[in-house]
């Protein structure tokens, strides 16, 4: 195992660069894929090493649940341990499994209140709500209960007034394009790996922001004007509300407009290339090929840690 265990902790580190440029250099769909598929690795590897550590560090404590025969000098002799680096990692496993599942907690509870309080509304794909005094508009995420297995989209009476038919069109387009791509799961994954290791904050944060330039993309092609999008999240931002009783309390937390500035000036420049990666020698091809080196440095980093432990414990159980 050695040093190499520890690498998986730091490695996130590699990702900072990219999750600036993705939102840049690459088209939001595949910055999104990317960013939150970079993330998820870094932090299971993080977490994975994390656990190694306790169970090496921990091996001589009392209780722990290894094989008598670890004690043996000969087997600890294999591999290099740190007690107090061992028992370190116990509380952060605790706090990562913690923070995690209460993330985890937290978005099943939110759906599930959202989905009640459209309860005995028309199960139709948009819903519209009498609301005149407050405008908003959300992408319910599918499931079981009122939001239906595909979702729905649900936007207020006062935001539909605000804006004229392109722009409804365009605002209705954009939260579709949330459903349609199931955004929630990217952005649930970037969260997770942001709560396994503070260093993927970033990446969450990156996430966040493309995953709104992906859906406003999608908008634009649906509409066939960009400026059409970005006039409608101009209007949508500004005559925004802050979340009143009943059912918009329970959907206020699918509201992400991300930075609004930002989102406009993309749509109001040019269409971003899809699927095409920048070149190695630029800074983004430079910053995507170190995240994805990273990621695979992690990968292979704590599947040695994992085989050679599993190899000595299998040794012990013998002896």
């Given at each position: 195992m050695g040093v190499f265990v520890f690498l998986p902790l730091v490695l996130p580190l590699t990702a900072w660069p990219i999750a600036r440029l993705a939102e840049q250099q690459l088209h939001p769909r595949?910055?999104?894929?990317?960013?939150?598929?970079?993330?998820?690795?870094?932090?299971?590897?993080?977490?994975?090493?994390?656990?190694?550590?306790?169970?090496?560090?921990?091996?001589?404590?009392?209780g722990n649940p290894l094989p008598d025969a670890w004690a043996d000098p000969e087997v600890r002799a294999v591999l290099p341990y740190d007690e107090v680096v061992g028992q370190a990692?116990?509380?952060?496993?605790?706090?990562?499994?913690?923070?995690?599942?209460?993330?985890?907690?937290?978005?099943?509870?939110?759906?599930?209140?959202?989905?009640?309080?459209?309860?005995?509304?028309?199960?139709?794909?948009?819903?519209?709500?009498?609301?005149?005094?407050?405008?908003?508009?959300?992408?319910?995420p599918g499931g079981r209960g009122a939001a239906g297995p595909?979702?729905?989209?649900?936007?207020?009476?006062?935001?539909?007034?605000?804006?004229d038919a392109r722009e409804r069109a365009a605002l209705i387009a954009h939260e579709e394009a949330h459903l349609t791509a199931a955004h929630h799961r990217f952005l649930l994954v970037a969260g997770l790996a942001a709560r396994a290791n503070p260093f993927l904050r970033p990446l969450r944060t990156a996430v966040a922001f493309t995953t709104e330039r992906w859906a406003d993309e999608e908008a634009a092609r649906t509409v066939g004007d960009r400026r059409t999008v970005a006039r409608a999240i101009g209007k949508a931002a500004l005559v925004s509300r802050p979340a009143g009783p009943g059912a918009v309390t329970a959907l206020a937390p699918f509201a992400a407009t991300g930075p609004v500035p930002r989102r406009v000036a993309a749509l109001l420049g040019p269409v971003p290339p899809a699927g095409a990666l920048p070149p190695a020698w630029t800074a983004a091809g430079l910053a995507l090929w170190t995240a994805a080196g990273g990621a695979a440095v992690s990968a292979l980093s704590s599947a040695n840690a994992t085989m050679t432990l599993f190899t000595v414990l299998r040794a012990a159980t013998v002896l």
């Open positions: 595949a910055a999104t894929r990317l960013l939150a598929a970079v993330g998820g690795v870094l932090a299971l590897c993080s977490t994975l090493c994390l656990m190694l550590l306790m169970v090496v560090g921990t091996a001589q404590l009392p990692a116990i509380p952060l496993l605790v706090a990562v499994a913690g923070a995690c599942a209460h993330l985890v907690w937290r978005h099943r509870r939110v759906r599930v209140r959202a989905a009640r309080a459209l309860t005995g509304l028309p199960a139709d794909r948009l819903t519209v709500l009498p609301d005149t005094q407050r405008a908003y508009a959300y992408a319910l595909h979702g729905r989209v649900v936007v207020s009476r006062a935001m539909l007034d605000t804006l």
